[in-house]
């Protein structure tokens, strides 16, 4: 894996993720609210994986006991912080601690469990994970309205294909 791929792959990752806000944002008042929180709590937790492994990759302190918050912050709220952390992401990418794919980075998950992963596999959770969630959180907007509504594609040929 390149710097240009890990590049190109969280300005994806960023791109889409703000995309689906857009989407819930315009179309979440045609939701049951139980879907509208499952959906905000999924996005709330993509924030805090964010949060978490970045931090790992920074050496710092995550302060995070679990992969999300009791309380659910607003659509509003996670927009903001969603585009520091997309911010963020691809700014550490440039420095040279995200460079070696293979070094190994070892830390604690939330459950007290040690673990080692290289920059590599963590870049590639936090990609993975996130579009992960992000389908079940397509799903959830798509299918839950009163009317369908047809989201975004989440791809990575299509985001190439308007960036490039």
């Not at 992960?132 to 294909?161: A, C, N, W």
Request: neutral net charge.
């Amino acid at each position: 894996m390149s710097t240009h791929f890990m590049h190109a792959a969280f300005a994806h990752k960023a791109a889409a993720t703000q995309e689906l806000l857009a989407q819930l944002q315009q179309h979440g008042e045609q939701l049951p609210p139980k879907n509208l929180h499952l959906a905000t709590r999924l996005l709330n937790h993509l924030a805090v994986i964010d949060q978490i492994f970045l931090a790992h990759l920074r050496s710092e302190e995550h302060g995070f006991t679990a992969t999300n918050t009791p309380a659910t912050p607003t659509l509003a709220e996670l927009i903001a912080l969603q585009t520091q952390l997309d911010q963020a992401w691809l700014a550490l990418l440039v420095q040279p601690a995200c460079q070696d794919l293979s070094r190994v980075i070892e830390f604690v998950f939330t459950d007290g469990k040690p673990a080692r992963m290289t920059v590599g596999d963590i870049l590639l959770h936090v990609l993975t994970h996130a579009s992960y969630h992000r389908g079940q959180i397509g799903r959830i907007i798509s299918e839950g309205g009163k009317s369908p509504v047809k989201i975004t594609p989440d791809i990575l040929t299509g985001y190439l294909h308007r960036t490039t």
